[in-house]
């Protein structure tokens, strides 16, 4: 099952600088493609887990002694690795969003492009999804994520239109959901179609929430000289991924000592993140917004 092209790939490897012996994690494990690199670069005793909440993935799955894929959400990384045994690693990869997989899935209900159920839940057994947040979510609620996790300019008057529709009867399909906004829609109807969907992606999934759970327990569980790569694809995440391996928060500034130091267990190794060539974007659309950020822990 094709999920997508691995975005990025030999800058991913380059940032791992993977040692054959070592033990790594690619925590959105997907179709599989970044991993089934890393394998190339270990040794018989080097050790890969893919993590994946997706039961569509494990379709994917590599047949090697050397891996092993576990269902959860990365956000659990810490918790599981130690029911394998594993306390420390020493590469981390993690390319974040939703896949060309589930994208290309109509049913998934993660695309405007298909007349849907709306749904687009990463994990099929989690019982929120866009359905219950599209109509059941207060018209402030609404607002909140528009503004917040799609930067929709108009989120109010966005908000305020989906309750008093649902008022009619429930808003059930990606088709329904379209014809109650298009009145809203400013500027590139596309592009404004495409934060709607991704705030509402965002809220069912918590995926910024996710993130930073991620990120502080992937930051505790490397090994000094060990590598965190992460590949974002809008500026909520990237935001995110530059504010704490700079400094070693998310938002704000961090405390400091009686000098005005601040100890940060993680350096960048790249200070503005990697994009990826010319003819990557040709060959590979999904990679033109791709931000990619490494850091090692110190």
């Known amino acids: ?123 099929q057994q989690q019982p929120i999804g866009a359905f219950e947040v599209v109509n059941s979510y207060s018209a402030n609620k609404l607002q909140y994520i528009f503004s917040e996790y799609g930067e929709v300019r108009n989120a109010r008057t966005l908000a305020r239109q989906i309750v008093d529709a649902r008022k009619e009867g429930a808003i059930e399909t990606t088709g329904q959901l379209l014809e109650v906004i298009k009145s809203c829609i400013r500027g590139q109807e596309n592009k404004y179609l495409a934060k709607v969907f991704q705030a509402i992606r965002i809220e069912v999934n918590e995926e910024l929430d996710s ?53 940060h267990a993680l350096e960048m190794v790249n200070k503005k993140p990697i994009e990826a060539n010319d003819d990557e974007v040709k060959q590979n659309p999904r990679s033109r917004s791709a931000k990619l950020r490494i850091a090692e822990k110190i």
Request: proline share 2%.
């Open 1 to 123: 099952m094709e999920y997508h092209i691995p975005v990025m790939l030999k800058e991913c490897m380059d940032g791992l600088q993977i040692v054959a012996d070592g033990i790594y994690v690619d925590a959105t494990f997907g179709g599989g493609g970044h991993s089934r690199e890393i394998i190339k670069h270990l040794g018989e005793k080097g050790r890969l887990y893919g993590l994946d909440r997706d039961d569509d993935a494990f379709e994917n799955t590599i047949n090697d002694k050397r891996f092993k894929l576990i269902k959860t959400n990365y956000k659990n990384i810490k918790r599981f690795l130690r029911l394998e045994g594993v306390t420390k690693v020493d590469g981390i990869l993690a390319d974040l969003g939703v896949s060309s997989h589930q994208l290309d899935i109509p049913e998934r209900g993660f695309s405007f492009r298909y007349d849907e159920r709306l749904d687009m839940r990463m994990n």
């Open 211 to 263: 993130l930073k759970d991620f990120i502080e327990q992937s930051t505790e569980i490397l090994k000094k000289g060990g590598r965190l790569v992460i590949m974002s694809y809008h500026s909520l995440e990237d935001r995110l991924v530059k504010n704490y391996f700079k400094k070693g928060v998310f938002e704000g500034e961090p405390e400091t000592d009686l000098y005005g130091h601040y100890r």
